[in-house]
Each structure stands twice: as C-alpha cells, then as structure tokens.
C-alpha cells in the first residue's frame, strides 16, 4: 500500500466534521504553495468571468 492509499484510508475513517477541516485546510495549504505569477492569476480571473457569465464545464473521472 502507498502512503497516498493510505492516508486515503485514514481520511475515509475520519467524521463527516474532522473530514471538511481538513479540506479546508488543504485548500489553504496548496493555496499557500501555489506561484501566484501573472499568468495563473489571468487564469484564475477568466475562470471566475466564466463562472459569473455561466460558461462552465465539467469533467468527470473514471466510472462510477
């Protein structure tokens, strides 16, 4: 096993609760670690243009 697959395992015994802070928290870690250069920040501003005007995809992963 991985230490990926197994921090998944962990994850998915925690609580509902316990589970949501650490999203937050991993939202604002990789915030954190991210190069804010010009040219993500562009793409991050079109991102929320096409958010706001209704231009959105979606991607699924693997079968359900």
Not at 18 to 32: G, M, N, P, S, V
Not at 54 to 62: D, M, N, S
Request: hydrophobic letters at 40%; proline letters at 3%; aromatic letters at 4%.
């Amino acid at each position: 096993m991985s230490k990926l697959e197994a921090i998944e395992r962990e994850i998915q015994a925690l609580p509902r609760e316990h589970a949501l802070e650490l999203q937050d928290w991993l939202a604002d870690f990789l915030e954190d670690q991210a190069e804010l250069n010009p040219e993500f920040v562009a793409r991050i501003e079109r991102g929320k243009a096409d958010l706001r005007e209704g231009r959105a995809r979606v991607e699924k992963h693997g079968a359900a």
